[in-house]
């Protein structure tokens, strides 16, 4: 009989409830002890919703109650030393290595793969050690067999959990310290050995990577060691293909090996292709994991078959990857459309599919004969759909000219004209863009989306919220402003719902990181704008004001990226139509009179292949498809862009050739490891970020001047600026206005040490 599994289930809940909880907590309106409560029901929910499915083994463990690389750090007793922190870790503790304190800034924060989602980095040196203190994991274990659940514990395998930390110190090799980590992972697998757990899950996604050959010849030392002691393992990989390692891992010593087809199908041929390992299961990720469209149930079937001939019950089927990053269920969202919600598949369709693939290979095609015939119908239907296709989209795509990629000069002609108009100071100061979402804002944007109150009502008091944060700039002394986006709920939802060709849900939650939950519109059909979405509120904000305030975009990558996008066409194609809605918002800012215009893209990284081999085609459309939103406009026009919490230093050519006259950028968290390196070099201006906005912790005027003066040796004084690493949309006015108070002195501060002369005043602009 076909064994099928998951892989593993979002932490958050259904309806935001550990965010919620987190965020009580964080406030002090919680304790310790109601957040385990909170914890244990969600998991004993999320077990049970799983296993009405019908799997076979439901995946434990690996719930979060801010990060799994984060638990991994406390449940290896890798914590580093700068925290001062010893023995097992409690709430309080966890929350300061994700959150900062006032004696250390957090673990740095970066992207997972090429998705949205954040993991917290390890941080490693010569003299880490590692110790297991599993009791919280095994609590869960515990929790589970109670329930008499079929329990497969879940952890993030030992290379992975090295390759995706940082070395702290240099001289050293993080790969010397796998030697000091087996054993941590035998204490902890042999514990669940000797509670009778029959099949242990250690992920291993890096082997997706071009991982260098001395990594992948440590694989059959490690899973030697660690087989000796464990129950069953599944070594799991996901999102690319493993490549030419494929031959290495089916010999491992594993008990079974699962391989993402829907990243890469050819892995099923080439392992059938390899000698048998009659001793190892397969598992075959058939559904997607990643994307919300209905899986092909017939395709999926005949591949499915084909294994089965020759692996017959040592196949087992299971979403590609973790479901991590899909909604939790389709069924509780009432307000899509009938015919677009046909085709979708959230969390628990996905393992619906599965046991529908299941019933057809172990009973027959013929048994699921209704379920294949409503499957291949939606199909049909969506292909031909009339609401995908716009033949304006697509015909002025193919008039686009290579000159709409292009500004009308060069950098260094622009630098001169928008010096010359804007006349800032040396070390301008701006802000990212959002301003702190209160519950008053939100709850105004709630009634007015249900209309309790007018429209006119509403923009009234969106226009008194934009008023307050113009006037708090001006009083801090910032020298480029924003209008603070109180009537943005989302930096891609926003934009979104003003463009044809997405759709949205109500409760299609995916968590970003640690309490940040985003609710990812899906993209259906060609992308256009019928008119502008941002032109009246930036327009007013500038009137307030004689500085000038930034016009605030999305860019196209990141709304791609952010979105569940289409699987019916090329990435480049739909990212195209989005920078072209996007270009036409560019030239109506313009000639509104807004001359700084930042288009943000904090999903350029996260959308690069994992493979090196696949990158330049990538990075290519991408910083065209900028270029093409952007270009649009005069000399004088300021174009700004902004990226965060991914690793930028080996794409930074490819950075630069977006062309932007300025990048603000995430660095504080990383103490500006990206300017440090020799590959850095970004020719335009910038903004490496000086202090860390996910932090509580406000940042002391000397801290962020050292930080400048660190800058300094990489960036030229006539190309720096000073602002944040990212939006304050999450925190609190007690947290920003201190922050921002403290940044403009210390812009301030530097600027008379460096070079007074240079200063302009702005009562003289």
């Known amino acids: 009989m076909t064994t099928t599994h998951n892989l593993g289930f979002p932490s958050i809940g259904h309806k935001r409830e550990l965010k919620k909880a987190l965020e009580f907590y964080w406030q002090g309106q919680c304790n310790d002890e109601t957040l385990v409560t909170i914890g244990r029901h969600l998991r004993a929910k999320h077990w049970h919703l799983q296993q009405e499915t019908g799997l076979d083994w439901v995946p434990v463990g690996e719930f979060s109650y801010y990060d ?21 870790i409690g709430f309080a503790e966890y929350f300061a290595l994700a959150r900062g304190n006032k004696a250390q800034p957090a673990l740095e924060m970066t992207k997972w793969f090429d998705t949205n989602y954040h993991y917290i980095v390890p941080e ?51 790969l010397s310290l796998l030697s000091r980590l087996i054993p941590a992972y035998q204490s902890i697998l042999s514990q669940l050995k000797a509670r009778g757990i029959e099949w242990v899950q250690l992920d291993e996604p890096a082997l997706a990577l071009d991982l260098p050959q001395a990594w992948v010849q440590q694989l059959q030392p490690a899973y030697k060691a660690l087989a000796q002691v464990a129950p069953k393992i599944l070594l799991t990989t996901y999102f690319e293909s493993v490549g030419d390692s494929l031959p290495l891992l089916k010999s491992l010593p594993v008990a079974g090996l699962h391989l993402d087809l829907t990243a890469a199908a050819d892995q099923l041929e080439a392992y059938l292709s390899l000698p048998d390992n009659a001793d190892q299961v397969l598992s075959v990720g058939v559904v997607d994991g990643r994307g919300i469209w209905k899986t092909d149930l017939q395709a999926a079937l005949s591949m499915l078959e084909k294994a089965r001939l020759r692996l017959g019950d040592r196949l087992w089927v299971a979403p590609g990857c973790s479901l991590l990053h899909v909604p939790v269920d389709l069924a509780q969202e009432t307000t899509i459309e009938p ?87 040396l070390f ?51 020298d480029v402003l924003v209008h603070g986006e109180p009537e943005r709920n989302d930096m891609v939802e926003y934009f979104g719902e003003q463009l044809q060709g997405f759709a949205f849900t109500q409760h299609g939650w995916v968590q970003s990181y640690g309490s940040r939950c985003v609710k990812p519109p899906v993209i259906y059909g060609d992308v256009w704008r019928e008119q502008s979405m941002t032109v009246s509120w930036i327009r007013y904000a500038q009137s307030l004001t004689t500085r000038p305030v930034k016009g605030m975009l999305t860019g196209p990558v990141t709304i791609l990226q952010w979105s569940f996008y289409r699987n019916d066409q090329s990435r480049e194609e739909t990212a195209l139509q989005i920078a072209l809605a996007i270009r036409d918002e560019v030239c109506d800012l313009e000639q509104a009179g807004i001359r700084v215009i930042q288009i943000d893209e904090p999903a350029y990284r996260e959308g690069l292949p994992l493979k090196r081999k696949d990158w330049n085609a990538y990075l290519e459309w991408a910083s065209r498809v900028f270029r093409v939103a952007a270009s649009g406009v005069g000399d004088d026009t300021q174009i700004h862009t902004h990226m965060c919490y991914s690793e930028f230093h080996d794409i930074m050519p490819a950075i630069a050739a977006m062309d932007a006259d300025v990048i603000t950028i995430e660095a504080s968290r990383s103490d500006l490891e990206l300017l440090q390196r020799d590959s850095f070099h970004y020719p335009n201006e910038i903004g490496p970020g000086v ?75």
Request: charged share 30%; proline share 5%.
């Open 339 to 425: 015919e677009l919600k046909d085709w979708l598949a959230f969390g628990l369709q996905k393992l619906q599919e599965l046991n529908t693939l299941r019933q057809g290979l172990d009973l027959g095609a013929s048994s699921i004969q209704g379920e294949l015939a409503a499957n291949r119908q939606s199909m049909q239907n969506r292909a031909h759909s009339g609401h995908i296709c716009n033949p304006q989209v697509r015909e002025r795509i193919r008039n686009l000219s290579a000159d709409a990629a292009m500004r009308q000069h060069d950098f260094s002609i622009r630098q001169k004209r928008q010096q010359e108009k804007f006349r800032l100071p």
């Open 124 to 174: 490693f040196t010569a003299e880490t050690t590692f110790e297991a203190f599993p009791e919280k994991f095994l609590g869960m274990v515990e929790e589970a067999l109670q329930l008499n659940l079929a329990a497969k514990p879940v952890l993030i395998g030992p290379l992975t959990f090295l390759c995706l930390g940082k070395e702290k110190e240099d001289g050293f090799e993080r």
């Open 428 to 478: 301008p100061t701006t802000t990212i863009g959002s301003f702190p979402q209160t519950d008053e804002i939100r709850e105004l944007r709630s009634a007015s989306k249900k209309g309790k109150i007018s429209g006119a009502d509403y923009e009234f008091a969106m226009r008194s919220e934009i008023r307050e944060c113009i006037e708090m700039q001006e009083k801090m002394g910032l």
């Open 68 to 88: 799994r690389m984060l638990d991994m750090i406390c449940l290896l007793g890798s914590v580093p030393k700068r925290f001062g922190f010893d023995g097992e």
């Open 691 to 765: 202090y860390d906005v996910h932090s509580p912790e406000v940042p002391e005027v000397g801290q962020m001047v050292a930080l400048l003066e660190k800058m300094r040796g990489a960036v030229a004084d006539d190309n720096l600026w000073v602002n944040p690493d990212c939006g304050l949309k999450t925190r609190q006015w007690k947290e920003v206005k201190p922050a921002l108070e403290n940044m403009v002195a210390a812009a301030r501060q530097l600027r008379e040490k460096v070079q007074p002369e240079k200063q302009v005043s702005l009562t003289n602009i």
